[in-house]
Each structure stands twice: as structure tokens, then as C-alpha cells.
């Protein structure tokens, strides 16, 4: 590759100062002389039951009067000891565990470990399932983005978006509940390809979506965007540069609205992404006003592909040709997509038998609250439960 | 006794001037029950009214469309344990509800209803009714510091800083309308019934007046009486806080549902003052474009009519209610209501209640409006943090205020200056 | 790629300056109980610039201490945690090697092959939780 198409998924400034930086610069460790409780700061224990924590997470808040000097995350309470779980199930047993990590958009961890066992087998779900398991996918993105979106301004304040939001979510659950029978925790997909063939008037639903939504985005655009009060509370708060967010690990939409313009979808395509026309939308400053626009222009490439799926949907078998016993040759294989959240990895190590022998599940929330830290160094307590809500963390998937 | 009642009814001053005791005693009571029933009222159309705006429908089932909640909160919490801090000070932990309550409703010694609809009138009336209401900040924060707790402590530390600051605003924002007073006369006036006199005279609403200075003062006002009242989009101290409620967090049962009551008066009050000051108090809207006895009897209509379309809109509930035997208690009450609120319009059809009643009618139709637009903003806005909340009160309103202040003087002198000023503007 | 424990540290940092894998995906391990140096720890790393994913495995037995990958990505921090967490392998140079998915007071390893499932923790969910059992 010539180097123009190297450096095609960062943005110029972040291609030049990459070479300089050197790890230790990027993380302040400059509180490491300092005890945590040192006795003219406040410690703030934000604890695990808080209503703007989404989820039980508990941050240990260090205080100089209103601004924060540094933070501590202590997760855990929603372990459920997934991984070792997978040790003792077979390949097909394991699949609805994958749902209730991330349970808001279960449809994408379900997606990432049907592929990952795929490439263990090294085959491909045929045409018709990977178009059928792109447009389930995109349909919760959206839904995802729209839990972020009301959580979040509820948290900031505005009362209003959190219900007009969850009734567009309404319609994609109905849709998956059509489809599956389960509105949540979905269990979409199986190894091989889809089971449930798309029901009469799916097309027809997903379309009547998409025509709705689009108008809809635009009101809650209308109704934040440029809102006085919700830029003030969310420009230039929690503002994380391109350089910080790549070493920390951090994925999604937070990178992307750092700058950097990378996504799973376009730079390593898996399913049948390679065949729809979509944009990545980026953002400047890497703070929650950017990551906001980010998300909402997300919601609206979705939808576009979405509507290219619905119309392109080809005919054929909806399930690839394997054994129904799983036995996957021995090997590793480690395999992720773009989930809603970020950059969904699954690494699996299979021994031959038809119990995975190591199943890893690299959660993107896990990795993107580790930014958390750095980000609200110097803000005030009021900012922290924005910055918490824009990293949009499924404790579920934290803690797995 | 009869002869009192009739000396008053035929009265032209408020029974406070008339020194008429049993009147004042009596309009004291009636404004105290009408500020309670106000604050039940405002608790059920805020959550309907709210929940309408998110597209969901509020509470339905305590009484026919939720019509009782109000009632069935207020039982809920005057039967609620009584639960006081263990360190608390419990002097000051129990006056601190009753300061603020008390100031709330002293308040309305002085709002006028109409001409001799107010308990008194003082000639000092808007003085009172702002020095009042900021000693309503003291009672904050004596419930913040008697709770013996961290978090309430802070909170109320907040409120009143923002309350206190707040309320420069909305000094010179009266100081303003105050000035407008002076205009025609030549002598200005505190006294509430004499501003709306005075807008009355001058044939305009002062919002109106030297448009847009009366605006500019109006629009200080409405911003900073929210933040006064600790509303939304200024109420971080209330919300989450230091992730708790607040300098109510350690008040449960009858002493929280004094604060509620307090916070509701002083939205209350300090609509009636807007409306007072700005909005022509209760005159009616147009009494001299549209003069003449003709239309004053169309207006003098309109409170009627008003209750006749509430009832209406009542009975075409009771029509829409589902028709199956779970819901006929609710059916025969919502019955009830309307037929109860078309009564009240057909009271109002009397010529002589409706001669005395109109003023009352558009003075609460105007505070109304003026609670509407507090749900609205709740529903609408996300909530500022605390420093640009300070920023906006003392950067953007204070200078702005000021300015007002300084524009609205110069052009009362000079009046002539203002067609030159208009006249070059436009 | 499978690299001896003892330049672990140097291979990663010389990928991360060198060729560019500035993004450190994941660091895992795996237990293989019967083989003569157990664990695998798994680092997962991708590059930006070439759009390329490499695995890193070095082979470890029981109780040797790897060099921490913190300081050359900070991401390395909460993932060699857990790593510690689960496994119980520790990493040197790592600024808070404590546990971050388990009680701190928890006993054992839990994604080890040999971790008693069922007997789990008993003392501590004794002590803290007051219950007799998890089960």
C-alpha cells in the first residue's frame, strides 16, 4: 500500500504527531505522590446506585471544592463470569449468553460471536443471511444511539428526549420482536447464518422505519443542536484528543468523534458491509457536544444502509452448510466488529471439542471507561455525570 | 353584621384601607385557601401537562384523568413517618419548613386580585413582596444546616447563592417598571394597585411600553424569577446535586410538603408580580381599543364561557371513557366535575358576581399562563450547572438590568427622545 | 507470533515504535494446565497505519512475572488487571495491580482450569455476605 492509503483512516494532524508521542507523556500519572485521601480534598464516593450512573458503577470522585483532580472506577457488581461460563457450554449453547452482555444492543454481540465461530470454520453465512443480519445490526445501532441519546439528556437535564426517544426504540423492538419473539435479549442469529427467515412485510417494516425516523432525528437535533443550555453543558467538557484516545484503546463513536475517521465497517468489512455506500461522520474536538453530533449523524448513516439492505435483499438459503454437531478444528481466532459501543472482539480458542476451550470477549466499554480518568481531570462534579453518559457504558458489558 | 357585609360589597378600596377587619380577616382565609387549592391545581397540571409534552399521559387512575392525585399525595404525606436527622438541631430543623412556608404566603398580603380584591395595600406594596420573599432564603438555609449532613448543607448553599443573586436581576427589573409608574403622573408608586392604576391610566401594559424596554424588563424578570424559585432550567440544586436532593433530602412527610407548598407560593408570587407589573395586573386585555359597553359585556363573558368549555371538554371525557363496569366511579366522578365546573360558569353568568369576579378572572388567567410557561421550560430545557448559572446572573442579567434601568430613566425624562430613538432604530 | 517471555517486553515495545502498532486491542491469557509452562498470554495488537492485526503470544509458567505493558499503552493498565484478576498472573511495573471484576478480599483465580467452581469463595461470601453459600 502506498502511503496515502496508509494513513487513509487517521486525520492529518493525528498522522504527523503520532511519531513523537511516546507513551509516557499521554497519561498523567502525576497524582502518584499524593495519597487518595489527602486531607484538604474531598473524596465523593458517586456510588454503585445512582441514578446517572447507567448501570452499577461506582466512581470514587477526588475533589478540590467543585473540580474534580482525579478519579477512580470500581466496577465488578454486574459479574457474571461469562467467560468461564462459556467453558462449559457448547459452541450453539454459549450464543444467548453473548446477548446479555451488552444488553442494550444485543443484536451486535450476538452478530460479532456468530462470526467469530464462523471464521473458526472458516465459512460465511450466505448472501441472504448477511444482508438479513446487516439490517438487524443497523436497526440496533439506532436503537443503542437512542438509550444513549435519552439517558444522556436526561442526565444533562432535558426531560423531554429520553420518552420520544424509547418510542422510535419502541418501533425497532417490535420489529425485532416480530422477527425473534424477544424484544431485548434477541438471540438473533445463529452460527451458519440466520434461523428465522425474514417475516412477510419485514422489508415493508424496516421502510416504514426508516421514513419516520429520519424526520424524527432532525426534532431531536432541532430540539439540542443548538440549544443554548445543552451547548454550554456539553462543549468543551470531557474533551479527549486523537492521540489519547488510540493509546488508551478507546473505540466508536468517542475516537471517531476525536478525529480520528476509522471504523470496523470500512477498514476491515465483515458481513456484507463492503456493499453499501455509507459515510463515517467525525467529529473536531473530541468533546461530548462532538460526540453527540457524531452519534445522531451514525443514526442517520443507518438508517441509509438499512434502506440499500431492504432494497438489495437478495433470495437464497438463510443458513451456511455445517455440521450439526460444532466441532471446529483446533485454533484461535480472534474476530471483531463495530458494535454500537465501539470495537466488539472476540477471541476464541477452540480444542477440538464442541465446548470452546477459552472464549475472550474484548468489551469496547470496558477499555472506553478507562478513558474516563482523563477525561474529567479539572472539570467540576456536574460534568462527570455528562462525561459518563457520553462514553455510553453498558455495565453489563464492563463487567461481563 | 349584615350591614358591614354590605358596606364592604359596595366598597371601592380593598378592606385593608377601609380598615374593615372582618373583611381583611376573611380575604386573608381566602387567599390562603386559594394559594393551597392553587398548589394542588399546579401538582396535577404540571404532571399532566409535562407528561402530555412527553408523549405519555400522566396519571390516569386516581380519580377520573388523575384528578385526585393531588389529594392522594397530600394524604400520603401527611400520614408519613416523621423522620428527623440524628444530629440535627431540632429547633431550627423545625422552624426551617415554617420560615419558608410563612414567607411564601405573607407575600400575598399585597397582590391584588382587582381593584378591592387584596387583603391590603400597602403604598410600599412591591418592596414588601421582594424583602418577603428574600427572607424565604433564610429558611433555605437554616434546612440545610440543621440537617446535620453533608450534602444537604451544600445544597442549600447553592439555592440560596443562586437565589440571592437572582434577585438583583429582578430588582432592577422592578425598579424599571417602577420608573414607568412615574410617567404620566409625575410621581412614581411602590404600591401594587397603583402600578396597574398606573398602566391603566397610561393606556398600555408596561410590557408594551417603549417597546422594547418594557420587554427587555419583562424577559429579566420571567428569567430570573425561575432562577428565584429554584425551577427548571435553574435547578441543579434540586436535582441531582451532589448527587442528592438537595436542602430538602433530610425532610420527609408534612414537613417536605411545606417546602413544596413554599416553593409553589413563591412561583405564585412572583407571577403575580410579573403579571402585576408588566402583564396590567387584572385589567382586562384592550379596555380601550376595544372600549364601549358592548364589549366590555364580551369580556365581562369570558370567565363564564371559559368554565363553560372546561366542562364541556369534561363531559366530552365522561363521553370517551371506556364502558365497562371497572370504570364507572371514575365516570360519574369525572360527571360530577364537569357538571360542577358548569355550574361555576352559570354563577359567573350573574350579572352582579360577574361584575365583581372578571377582575379576579384575569388575574388568575394571566398567572396561569405564567405557570404554564414554568412546566414548559421544565419540559423543554436541559438544566444549567452552577457556574454558568452564576455566570448568567451576574454577567448577563446585572449589566443587562442595569442598562434597562438607565434607558428606561433617560427616555421617561426625555420623552421626546424616544420617538427620535424609534424613529432612528427603525 | 510466539515469543519467549524473557524479550516479551522488548518485541511489544519494538512493535509499537517501530511498526507502528500504536492500539493495543486486548491482552488476555489462557490456561493450558497440563503443558509444562502453563499459561499463554495473548496480546492483541493492530496498526492504524497498515490497517493489520497482530497476536503476540508468550508462553509463562506459574508465578513468573511479566513486564507491564502500561507504559507503552496505557490501555494495558484495566486489561492486565483483569488478566491478574482472572489468572493471577502478575505484571511488573504495573502502577495498581489489584482486582477490578472480583471483591477485593476474593480468593483464587477464577478462569483458571483448576478453580474450584463450585466450592468458589465460601469464606468471603461467609463473611461479607452473611449467607452460608453462593449456591
Known amino acids: 500500500m502506498n502511503d496515502s492509503t496508509r494513513t487513509a483512516y487517521l486525520s492529518p494532524q493525528t498522522a504527523q504527531t503520532r511519531r513523537g508521542a511516546g507513551a509516557p507523556d499521554l497519561l498523567d500519572l502525576d497524582t502518584k505522590d499524593q495519597t487518595f485521601l489527602d486531607a484538604t480534598e474531598l473524596v465523593l464516593n458517586m456510588g454503585p446506585q445512582h441514578p446517572s450512573t447507567h448501570g452499577v458503577l461506582r466512581v470514587i470522585l477526588k475533589l478540590d471544592g467543585e473540580k474534580v483532580l482525579g478519579t477512580e472506577c470500581v466496577i465488578g457488581y454486574l459479574h457474571r463470569g461469562v467467560e468461564k461460563i462459556a467453558e462449559n457450554r457448547t459452541y450453539t449453547m454459549f450464543n444467548p449468553y453473548v446477548d446479555r452482555m451488552d444488553y442494550v444492543a444485543a443484536v451486535s454481540n450476538g452478530l460479532g460471536y456468530c462470526e467469530a465461530v464462523e471464521k473458526l470454520f472458516a465459512t460465511e453465512a450466505p448472501q441472504r443471511a448477511q444482508y438479513i443480519r446487516v439490517i438487524l445490526t443497523e436497526l440496533c445501532r439506532i436503537a443503542s444511539h437512542q438509550v444513549w441519546l435519552g439517558t444522556h439528556a436526561l442526565d444533562i437535564g432535558a426531560l423531554t428526549p429520553l420518552f420520544y426517544c424509547f418510542r422510535d426504540r419502541e418501533e425497532i423492538l417490535k420489529i425485532f420482536e416480530k422477527y425473534c419473539g424477544a424484544r431485548l435479549t434477541t438471540h438473533a442469529f445463529r452460527i451458519g447464518g440466520c434461523i428465522y427467515e425474514a417475516y412477510d412485510g419485514f422489508e415493508q417494516d424496516c421502510k416504514n422505519f426508516c421514513d419516520a425516523f429520519l424526520p424524527k432525528s432532525d426534532e431531536y437535533e432541532e430540539l439540542l443542536t443548538t440549544n443554548r443550555i445543552w451547548v454550554g453543558r456539553t462543549k468543551g467538557i470531557g474533551i479527549l484528543k486523537p492521540e489519547d484516545c488510540i493509546a488508551l484503546g478507546v473505540t466508536g463513536p468517542v475516537l471517531r468523534a476525536s478525529g480520528v475517521k476509522w471504523d470496523l465497517r470500512k477498514a476491515q468489512p465483515y458481513e456484507s458491509y463492503k456493499a453499501f455506500d455509507f459515510e463515517i461522520p467525525t467529529g473536531v474536538n473530541g468533546d461530548t457536544y462532538d460526540r453527540y453530533l457524531v452519534r445522531i449523524q451514525e443514526m442517520r448513516q443507518s438508517v441509509r444502509i438499512i434502506r440499500q439492505a431492504v432494497d438489495g435483499l437478495p433470495s437464497g438459503p438463510i443458513v451456511a452448510k455445517i455440521p450439526k454437531v460444532l466441532k471446529p478444528p483446533v485454533g484461535e481466532v480472534y474476530h471483531s466488529i463495530e458494535a454500537p459501543k465501539g470495537e466488539l472482539g472476540y477471541f476464541i480458542v477452540s480444542d477440538g471439542s464442541t465446548q470452546p476451550y477459552r472464549v475472550r470477549v474484548r468489551p469496547p466499554s470496558f477499555v472506553n471507561l478507562q478513558a474516563l480518568d482523563k477525561m474529567v481531570r479539572g472539570m467540576l462534579v456536574a460534568d462527570v455525570v455528562a462525561v459518563i453518559g457520553t462514553l455510553d457504558i453498558v455495565l453489563g458489558e464492563v463487567d461481563r | 353584621m349584615l350591614h358591614a357585609i354590605k358596606a364592604y360589597l359596595s366598597s371601592n378600596v380593598t378592606p385593608g384601607e377601609a380598615g374593615d377587619y372582618l373583611w381583611a380577616t376573611i380575604y386573608i382565609l381566602l387567599v390562603v385557601i386559594g394559594i393551597s387549592l392553587a398548589v394542588l391545581a399546579m401538582n396535577w397540571l404540571e404532571r399532566k401537562i409535562l407528561a402530555h409534552m412527553q408523549i405519555r399521559l400522566g396519571p390516569m387512575r386516581v380519580g377520573p384523568h388523575g384528578l385526585l392525585q393531588p389529594v392522594a399525595d397530600a394524604v400520603k404525606l401527611l400520614t408519613k413517618e416523621d423522620i428527623i436527622p440524628d444530629g440535627a438541631d431540632k429547633l431550627v430543623f423545625w422552624s426551617a419548613p415554617v420560615v419558608v412556608t410563612m414567607t411564601a404566603f405573607t407575600t400575598f398580603l399585597v397582590v391584588p386580585f382587582g381593584r378591592t380584591h387584596a387583603v391590603t395595600d400597602m403604598n410600599i406594596g412591591v418592596l414588601f413582596m421582594l424583602g418577603i420573599s428574600s427572607l424565604g432564603v433564610l429558611g433555605i438555609i437554616m434546612a440545610g444546616w440543621s440537617s446535620n449532613s453533608h450534602y444537604p448543607l451544600l445544597g442549600s448553599l447553592r439555592s440560596s447563592a443562586q437565589m440571592v443573586s437572582y434577585e438583583i436581576a429582578m430588582g432592577f427589573a422592578i425598579v424599571s417598571a417602577v420608573l414607568m409608574t412615574s410617567l404620566q403622573t409625575g410621581t412614581g408608586t411602590l404600591s401594587m394597585i397603583g402600578i396597574v392604576e398606573a398602566q391603566n391610566a397610561q393606556q398600555t401594559w408596561f410590557i408594551f411600553k417603549y417597546f422594547p424596554l418594557g420587554f427587555l424588563a419583562f424577559a429579566i424578570f420571567a428569567i430570573a424569577m425561575v432562577a428565584e424559585t429554584n425551577r427548571a432550567p435553574f435547578d441543579l440544586p434540586e436535582a441531582e446535586s451532589e448527587l442528592v436532593a438537595g436542602f430538602h433530602t433530610e425532610y420527609s412527610g408534612f414537613r417536605w410538603s411545606l417546602f413544596f407548598l413554599a416553593e409553589y407560593g413563591a412561583m405564585l408570587a412572583v407571577s403575580s408580580i410579573a403579571v402585576t407589573l408588566w402583564l396590567g395586573g387584572w385589567l382586562r386585555p384592550f379596555p380601550n381599543w376595544l372600549s364601549g359597553a358592548l364589549w366590555d359585556l364580551a369580556f365581562s363573558l369570558v370567565p363564564a364561557l371559559s368554565f363553560f368549555v372546561l366542562a364541556g371538554l369534561s363531559l366530552l371525557g365522561v363521553v370517551r371513557m371506556p364502558k365497562i363496569p371497572q370504570f364507572r366511579a371514575q365516570t360519574a366522578g369525572l360527571l360530577m366535575f364537569g357538571l360542577l365546573l358548569g355550574f361555576i360558569g352559570l354563577t359567573l353568568l350573574v350579572p352582579a358576581v360577574r361584575v365583581r369576579v372578571q377582575d379576579i378572572f384575569w388575574f388568575v388567567a394571566k398567572v396561569a399562563f405564567f405557570m404554564y410557561l414554568y412546566i414548559w421550560y421544565r419540559g423543554t430545557f436541559p438544566r444549567y450547572r452552577f457556574d454558568q448559572l452564576m455566570k448568567v446572573g451576574w454577567k448577563v442579567l446585572l449589566p443587562l438590568g442595569l442598562g434597562v434601568v438607565i434607558v428606561t430613566a433617560v427616555v421617561g425624562v426625555r420623552q421626546e427622545l424616544w420617538g427620535v430613538l424609534a424613529g432612528v432604530s427603525r | ?135
Open chain 3, 1 to 135: 507470533m510466539v515469543v519467549d517471555s524473557a524479550i516479551c517486553y522488548e518485541v511489544l515495545r519494538r512493535m509499537r515504535e517501530d511498526e507502528q502498532f500504536d492500539y493495543c486491542v486486548d491482552i488476555t491469557a489462557v490456561h493450558y494446565p497440563k503443558r509444562e509452562q502453563p499459561f499463554d498470554v495473548v496480546y492483541i495488537l493492530y496498526s492504524f497505519h497498515d490497517n493489520e492485526r497482530v497476536r503476540v503470544k508468550t508462553l509463562i509458567t506459574d508465578g513468573e512475572r511479566l513486564r507491564s505493558a502500561v507504559s507503552i499503552w496505557p490501555t494495558a493498565n484495566w486489561l492486565e488487571r483483569e488478566v491478574f484478576d482472572m489468572f493471577g498472573i502478575e505484571f511488573d511495573g504495573h502502577p495498581d495491580l489489584k482486582r477490578i471484576l472480583l471483591p477485593d478480599g476474593w480468593k483464587g483465580h477464577p478462569l483458571r482450569k483448576d478453580y474450584p467452581i463450585l466450592q468458589q469463595d465460601k469464606d468471603w461470601v461467609q463473611i461479607n455476605l452473611g449467607i452460608e453459600s453462593g449456591q
